[in-house]
């Protein structure tokens, strides 16, 4: 992701993903996309998440983190995925579709970040800048920079993305996880 999407792109992928989830909401068929109505990023693999909201609350966030497909084709799939299969959240009905704003997190590859101790690990976090993925065994969880927004703190930060990884929520303090940290490039549709 060394070169940021142009406005016209990320517009491109608001609308692909926008025409995903009513159309996946309403039972129809996704059709193929045109190759030739997409720049090359587009057209290029890409990692992304794609988070739905109702007036600020989550309703859906589902991605991924390497590039395995053209990125219009990810934007597409994890908007259909967050609709209707985030498992926290019954799908998406019809007559929510008006309310739902659309948001596209376009990740750049993971890199492992190498630290000693928890308080290692929090002074290398960089709050807003870094999603940051922490594995442990079979377990493995994520949180996108954004959500620094709402958990500015370094120590709660990690407390909940151990929680979320399925773990207890201390165990970054005192055990040797596999960290890595990401950026994004985030953009989403205007009320």
């Not at 998440?49 to 589902?62: A, N, P, S």
């Not at 990740?107 to 960089?126: I, N, V, W």
């Not at 620094?148 to 005192?174: H, S, T, V």
């Amino acid at each position: 992701m060394s070169i940021p999407l142009t406005d016209g792109e990320k517009q491109m992928l608001l609308r692909l993903a926008r025409e995903a989830v009513e159309g996946a909401v309403r039972g129809k068929q996704l059709q193929p996309l045109d190759p030739g109505s997409l720049t090359q990023p587009l057209l290029e693999k890409g990692a992304s998440f794609v988070t739905l909201t109702i007036h600020g609350d989550l309703r859906g966030c589902i991605g991924a983190l390497e590039a395995y497909q053209p990125l219009a084709e990810d934007v597409r799939e994890h908007a259909i995925s967050a609709a209707l299969e985030d498992p926290r959240f019954p799908p998406v009905t019809e007559s929510e579709l008006n309310r739902i704003q659309i948001e596209v997190s376009r990740l750049t590859a993971p890199q492992e970040l190498e630290y000693s101790t928890g308080e290692d690990l929090m002074r290398k976090l960089r709050s807003h800048i870094d999603g940051v993925i922490l594995k442990h065994g079979f377990h493995k969880a994520t949180f996108l920079p954004q959500v620094w927004e709402k958990i500015p703190d370094p120590a709660e930060f990690l407390d909940q993305l151990c929680y979320k990884m399925g773990e207890r929520a201390n165990l970054w303090r005192n055990t040797k996880l596999q960290v890595y940290t990401y950026q994004v490039e985030e953009f989403h549709e205007l009320n």
